[in-house]
């Protein structure tokens, strides 16, 4: 680096200069590295919005000034957090960007997106609108990841749309996993969902699917005893659990079996 450089576009004349410099000629001018000029620029543009401002009008930002794509992730990772409508407005200009320079930036507009969806929180899903939400399934159906999933599903059950965050939650038990702290809790809100929507024998099979896979797991053992002993079932806990790994369908008809013998009206 420069000291001289470095020293001058501390003032915030000179960086204007050499960013109405960039602006005109699409390039940077000569003794200004990129380092150094992405540095001042993030310490004088502190608001992202204002910040937008200038990349609307300079869609070749990103390629001119950030010197490489651990900075590139860590400048969208301030952006994506934005409301959204100004993230909106950022995403349009990452994807006007790959389609300019396909072949540099083909990931930058994943990267972007999956920062956005990666940091959304729980308390924020039922304040979403609907574009909002339709933003988020378009990306997710076309990027299917365990995690995207996950989160489609968590964000359409806080919103009580069961039967859709239910089908995210299953195609998130056909991906290949281990059986850790997300898949249990994938088990478990599969199984709220069906007894939500009064399937109580299907609710019972993912809870011992749950207790099967973590016998440790306080929730499911409390959730399966309050089922069985709702529905005078308590001495078939350990035939149920056997039945469990024969699969769901197996399960099914045993236990509708065991109602239909005891003359129990469930679904």
Known sequence: MNLYEDYYLQDKGIFLLVEKYILENKKLPKGVSKKVFYENFMRIYKDPKKALNYFEKMNDFFSLVIPDHETLISFFNIFSTMAFDDFIRFYNVV???KEQHLSEFQDSLNDFVSLRVKNLQKEQF????ADEIEFYKKYIIENPTRANLIKLGDILFQ???YTESLKYYIDTLLIP????KLYKSVLRKISQIYEINNEIIRSLYYLFLLHKTDESHQIATREINRLLKYHHLTNYFSELLEQVSLGEDTFILYLKKIFNERK???N
């Open 177 to 180: 996993q281990e059986p850790d």
């Open 95 to 97: 994807k006007n960007l």
């Open 126 to 129: 039922k304040n979403f609108n």
């Open 264 to 266: 129990i009206d469930i």
């Open 159 to 161: 919103r009580e749309n």
